[in-house]
Protein backbone atom coordinates (compact mmCIF):
# COMPACT_ATOMS: atom_id res chain seq x y z
CA UNK A 1 0.00 0.00 0.00
CA UNK A 2 1.07 3.16 -1.28
CA UNK A 3 1.86 6.06 1.99
CA UNK A 4 0.67 9.04 1.71
CA UNK A 5 2.97 12.15 1.99
CA UNK A 6 1.32 13.42 5.13
CA UNK A 7 2.11 9.92 6.67
CA UNK A 8 5.34 9.80 5.46
CA UNK A 9 6.16 13.36 6.84
CA UNK A 10 4.75 12.15 10.31
CA UNK A 11 6.65 8.68 10.36
CA UNK A 12 10.10 11.07 9.71
CA UNK A 13 9.16 13.23 12.36
CA UNK A 14 9.37 10.75 14.84
CA UNK A 15 12.24 9.28 13.43
CA UNK A 16 14.10 12.45 14.20
CA UNK A 17 12.46 12.63 17.31
CA UNK A 18 14.21 9.94 18.73
CA UNK A 19 17.43 10.98 16.88
CA UNK A 20 17.05 14.32 18.98
CA UNK A 21 16.03 12.22 22.26
CA UNK A 22 19.66 10.60 22.09
CA UNK A 23 21.32 14.30 21.14
CA UNK A 24 20.68 15.33 25.04
CA UNK A 25 23.21 11.81 25.85
CA UNK A 26 25.80 12.82 23.44
CA UNK A 27 25.90 16.68 24.21
CA UNK A 28 26.04 16.10 28.12
CA UNK A 29 29.45 13.84 27.52
CA UNK A 30 30.57 16.26 24.44
CA UNK A 31 30.50 19.76 26.50
CA UNK A 32 32.49 18.01 29.06
CA UNK A 33 35.62 18.36 26.91
CA UNK A 34 34.87 21.72 25.03
CA UNK A 35 33.21 24.93 25.34
CA UNK A 36 29.73 24.39 24.49
CA UNK A 37 29.57 27.31 21.77
CA UNK A 38 33.04 26.00 19.92
CA UNK A 39 30.73 22.24 20.02
CA UNK A 40 28.01 23.79 18.32
CA UNK A 41 30.44 25.60 15.46
CA UNK A 42 31.87 22.60 15.21
CA UNK A 43 28.92 20.37 14.84
CA UNK A 44 26.89 23.00 12.81
CA UNK A 45 29.88 23.89 10.54
CA UNK A 46 30.19 19.75 9.25
CA UNK A 47 26.27 19.75 8.85
CA UNK A 48 26.11 23.04 7.05
CA UNK A 49 29.47 22.49 4.56
CA UNK A 50 27.54 18.47 4.40
CA UNK A 51 24.33 20.23 2.98
CA UNK A 52 25.96 23.05 1.36
CA UNK A 53 27.89 20.43 -0.79
CA UNK A 54 24.48 18.19 -1.30
CA UNK A 55 22.43 21.32 -2.55
CA UNK A 56 25.36 22.16 -5.65
CA UNK A 57 23.04 21.75 -8.15
CA UNK A 58 20.68 23.85 -6.60
CA UNK A 59 22.65 26.64 -5.75
CA UNK A 60 20.97 28.64 -8.88
CA UNK A 61 18.07 28.82 -6.32
CA UNK A 62 20.34 31.01 -3.79
CA UNK A 63 19.52 34.50 -3.61
CA UNK A 64 18.78 37.69 -0.83
CA UNK A 65 15.34 36.50 0.20
CA UNK A 66 16.42 33.15 0.88
CA UNK A 67 19.74 34.09 2.90
CA UNK A 68 17.70 36.74 4.64
CA UNK A 69 15.19 34.58 5.93
CA UNK A 70 17.40 31.79 6.41
CA UNK A 71 19.52 34.03 8.67
CA UNK A 72 15.98 35.24 10.70
CA UNK A 73 15.27 31.80 11.50
CA UNK A 74 18.52 30.47 12.05
CA UNK A 75 18.99 33.10 14.45
CA UNK A 76 16.08 31.91 16.39
CA UNK A 77 17.94 27.94 15.99
CA UNK A 78 21.16 29.68 17.42
CA UNK A 79 19.74 30.86 20.70
CA UNK A 80 18.03 27.04 21.34
CA UNK A 81 21.15 25.32 20.60
CA UNK A 82 23.34 27.77 22.46
CA UNK A 83 21.56 27.85 25.56
CA UNK A 84 21.11 24.04 25.62
CA UNK A 85 24.41 23.54 25.56
CA UNK A 86 25.66 25.97 28.50
CA UNK A 87 22.26 24.85 30.03
CA UNK A 88 22.77 20.71 30.08
CA UNK A 89 26.18 21.46 31.49
CA UNK A 90 24.50 22.61 34.88
CA UNK A 91 21.38 20.01 35.01
CA UNK A 92 20.89 16.21 33.80
CA UNK A 93 20.10 14.95 30.38
CA UNK A 94 16.67 13.93 30.88
CA UNK A 95 15.90 17.32 32.53
CA UNK A 96 17.28 18.66 29.68
CA UNK A 97 14.94 17.07 27.24
CA UNK A 98 11.84 17.26 29.12
CA UNK A 99 12.34 21.65 29.80
CA UNK A 100 13.08 22.23 26.32
CA UNK A 101 9.88 20.00 25.23
CA UNK A 102 8.27 23.32 26.92
CA UNK A 103 8.53 24.78 23.31
CA UNK A 104 5.52 22.33 22.71
CA UNK A 105 3.54 24.69 24.72
CA UNK A 106 4.96 27.99 24.20
CA UNK A 107 4.09 27.42 20.11
CA UNK A 108 0.28 27.97 21.16
CA UNK A 109 0.73 30.84 23.45
CA UNK A 110 3.02 32.90 21.17
CA UNK A 111 0.27 32.31 18.16
CA UNK A 112 -2.19 33.44 20.47
CA UNK A 113 0.07 36.54 21.01
CA UNK A 114 0.81 37.50 17.52
CA UNK A 115 -3.05 36.30 16.68
CA UNK A 116 -4.68 38.72 19.65
CA UNK A 117 -7.26 36.14 21.21
CA UNK A 118 -7.38 35.03 24.86
CA UNK A 119 -6.82 31.39 25.01
CA UNK A 120 -9.57 29.19 25.86
CA UNK A 121 -10.13 27.01 29.18
CA UNK A 122 -8.23 23.98 27.95
CA UNK A 123 -5.03 25.69 26.93
CA UNK A 124 -5.06 27.43 30.23
CA UNK A 125 -5.56 23.95 31.75
CA UNK A 126 -2.30 22.76 30.05
CA UNK A 127 -0.02 25.42 30.67
CA UNK A 128 -1.58 24.93 34.54
CA UNK A 129 -0.34 21.64 34.01
CA UNK A 130 3.11 22.23 32.32
CA UNK A 131 3.89 25.23 35.00
CA UNK A 132 3.47 22.67 37.98
CA UNK A 133 4.92 20.00 36.49
CA UNK A 134 8.10 22.31 35.33
CA UNK A 135 8.24 23.18 38.81
CA UNK A 136 8.17 19.69 40.29
CA UNK A 137 10.85 18.95 38.01
CA UNK A 138 13.29 21.99 38.71
CA UNK A 139 12.96 23.58 41.87
CA UNK A 140 15.17 22.78 44.60
CA UNK A 141 13.84 22.15 48.55
CA UNK A 142 14.72 26.13 49.17
CA UNK A 143 12.45 26.69 45.88
CA UNK A 144 15.22 27.86 43.60
CA UNK A 145 15.66 26.82 40.26
CA UNK A 146 18.73 25.32 38.96
CA UNK A 147 21.08 27.41 36.88
CA UNK A 148 21.20 25.08 34.00
CA UNK A 149 17.19 24.26 34.14
CA UNK A 150 16.69 28.29 33.72
CA UNK A 151 19.13 28.41 30.66
CA UNK A 152 17.12 25.36 28.89
CA UNK A 153 13.69 26.92 29.29
CA UNK A 154 15.12 30.03 27.71
CA UNK A 155 15.99 27.51 25.14
CA UNK A 156 12.65 26.08 25.01
CA UNK A 157 11.28 29.16 24.18
CA UNK A 158 14.28 30.19 21.35
CA UNK A 159 12.76 26.56 20.05
CA UNK A 160 9.11 27.32 19.55
CA UNK A 161 10.38 30.47 17.74
CA UNK A 162 12.11 28.65 15.47
CA UNK A 163 9.00 26.13 14.64
CA UNK A 164 6.76 29.12 14.19
CA UNK A 165 9.15 30.66 11.82
CA UNK A 166 10.13 27.58 9.60
CA UNK A 167 6.17 26.76 9.52
CA UNK A 168 5.64 30.37 8.20
CA UNK A 169 8.71 29.99 5.42
CA UNK A 170 9.51 26.37 4.71
CA UNK A 171 6.74 26.94 1.56
CA UNK A 172 8.15 29.56 0.04
CA UNK A 173 11.85 27.79 -0.39
CA UNK A 174 13.45 24.75 -1.58
CA UNK A 175 13.62 22.73 1.35
CA UNK A 176 17.35 22.08 1.20
CA UNK A 177 18.79 25.70 0.76
CA UNK A 178 16.69 27.07 2.96
CA UNK A 179 17.81 24.33 5.78
CA UNK A 180 21.19 24.93 4.60
CA UNK A 181 21.70 28.77 5.32
CA UNK A 182 19.45 27.89 9.02
CA UNK A 183 22.35 25.42 9.88
CA UNK A 184 25.29 27.69 8.54
CA UNK A 185 23.76 30.73 10.25
CA UNK A 186 24.16 28.36 13.86
CA UNK A 187 27.51 27.32 12.80
CA UNK A 188 28.81 31.17 12.48
CA UNK A 189 26.82 32.51 15.45
CA UNK A 190 28.31 29.86 17.94
CA UNK A 191 32.16 30.48 16.30
CA UNK A 192 31.96 33.90 16.92
CA UNK A 193 30.32 33.57 20.30
CA UNK A 194 33.09 31.33 21.39
CA UNK A 195 35.84 33.60 20.41
CA UNK A 196 34.68 36.32 22.31
CA UNK A 197 34.86 33.93 25.19
CA UNK A 198 38.41 32.23 24.46
CA UNK A 199 40.37 31.36 21.66
CA UNK A 200 40.75 27.88 20.40
CA UNK A 201 44.22 26.31 19.78
CA UNK A 202 45.38 22.87 17.74
CA UNK A 203 46.18 21.63 21.08
CA UNK A 204 42.95 21.62 22.45
CA UNK A 205 41.55 20.20 19.18
CA UNK A 206 43.95 17.71 19.08
CA UNK A 207 43.30 17.05 23.11
CA UNK A 208 39.34 16.01 21.89
CA UNK A 209 38.69 12.52 22.37
CA UNK A 210 37.83 9.36 19.42
CA UNK A 211 34.04 9.21 21.52
CA UNK A 212 33.88 13.34 21.22
CA UNK A 213 34.37 13.39 17.50
CA UNK A 214 32.28 10.10 16.83
CA UNK A 215 29.62 11.83 19.05
CA UNK A 216 29.61 15.51 17.16
CA UNK A 217 30.19 13.40 13.63
CA UNK A 218 26.85 11.07 14.62
CA UNK A 219 25.19 14.73 15.56
CA UNK A 220 26.06 16.66 12.43
CA UNK A 221 24.88 13.97 9.91
CA UNK A 222 21.69 12.82 11.42
CA UNK A 223 21.18 15.04 14.47
CA UNK A 224 21.50 17.92 12.35
CA UNK A 225 21.92 17.95 8.58
CA UNK A 226 19.15 14.77 8.02
CA UNK A 227 16.76 16.27 11.21
CA UNK A 228 16.41 19.99 9.93
CA UNK A 229 16.34 18.68 6.22
CA UNK A 230 13.80 16.05 7.05
CA UNK A 231 11.73 18.80 9.74
CA UNK A 232 11.70 21.64 6.90
CA UNK A 233 10.21 19.18 4.35
CA UNK A 234 8.02 17.24 6.90
CA UNK A 235 6.13 20.71 7.63
CA UNK A 236 4.98 21.16 4.50
CA UNK A 237 2.91 18.56 4.48
CA UNK A 238 1.96 17.77 8.16
CA UNK A 239 0.48 20.42 10.48
CA UNK A 240 2.20 22.21 12.81
CA UNK A 241 -0.55 20.17 15.66
CA UNK A 242 0.63 16.56 14.19
CA UNK A 243 4.31 17.90 14.45
CA UNK A 244 4.21 19.47 17.58
CA UNK A 245 2.54 16.55 19.18
CA UNK A 246 5.26 13.94 17.89
CA UNK A 247 7.98 16.43 19.26
CA UNK A 248 6.60 15.77 22.03
CA UNK A 249 7.52 12.52 22.66
CA UNK A 250 11.48 13.25 22.17
CA UNK A 251 11.98 13.60 26.26
CA UNK A 252 10.61 10.15 26.56
CA UNK A 253 13.28 9.32 24.13
CA UNK A 254 15.83 11.28 26.27
CA UNK A 255 14.77 9.90 29.36
CA UNK A 256 14.89 6.04 28.30
CA UNK A 257 18.96 6.83 26.58
CA UNK A 258 19.82 8.82 29.63
CA UNK A 259 18.69 5.54 31.80
CA UNK A 260 20.48 3.29 29.69
CA UNK A 261 23.81 5.16 28.77
CA UNK A 262 24.44 7.90 31.32
CA UNK A 263 22.65 5.90 34.84
CA UNK A 264 20.15 8.50 35.41
CA UNK A 265 17.17 8.14 37.67
CA UNK A 266 13.92 10.29 38.53
CA UNK A 267 12.59 10.65 41.86
CA UNK A 268 9.05 10.30 42.37
CA UNK A 269 9.28 14.25 42.73
CA UNK A 270 10.61 14.55 38.97
CA UNK A 271 8.62 11.34 37.75
CA UNK A 272 5.43 13.17 38.86
CA UNK A 273 6.78 16.67 37.38
CA UNK A 274 7.43 15.12 33.53
CA UNK A 275 3.84 13.50 33.98
CA UNK A 276 2.32 17.12 34.57
CA UNK A 277 4.57 18.49 31.84
CA UNK A 278 3.58 16.10 29.49
CA UNK A 279 0.26 16.03 30.02
CA UNK A 280 -0.31 19.95 29.75
CA UNK A 281 1.33 19.72 26.35
CA UNK A 282 -1.00 16.93 25.65
CA UNK A 283 -3.97 18.72 26.19
CA UNK A 284 -2.99 21.95 24.53
CA UNK A 285 -2.27 19.86 21.48
CA UNK A 286 -4.92 17.60 21.53
CA UNK A 287 -7.44 20.56 21.93
CA UNK A 288 -6.24 22.04 18.77
CA UNK A 289 -6.42 18.60 17.14
Known sequence: MKLKKQTIAELS??????????????????????????????????AGLLLLGCSYQKWSLINAEVIKKGFFVGLALSGGYIFQAIGIKYTTASNAAFITNLAIVFVPLLLILIERHFPGPITVLGVIFSTIGLALLSLQENFSIQYGDLLVLICAICYS????????????????????????????????????????TLASLSALSADFWLGVAILALFGTAVAFFVQTWAQKFASLTRVTLLLALEPIFALVFAYLFLGEVFTLKEFIGT?????????????GA
Open 161 to 200: IHLILVNRYTKSFDTLIFTTFQILTVAVVSGLIGLGQEPV
Open 13 to 46: ILFITAVWGLSFVIIKDGTTEINPYYYNFIRFSL
Open 275 to 287: GMMLGGILLIELK
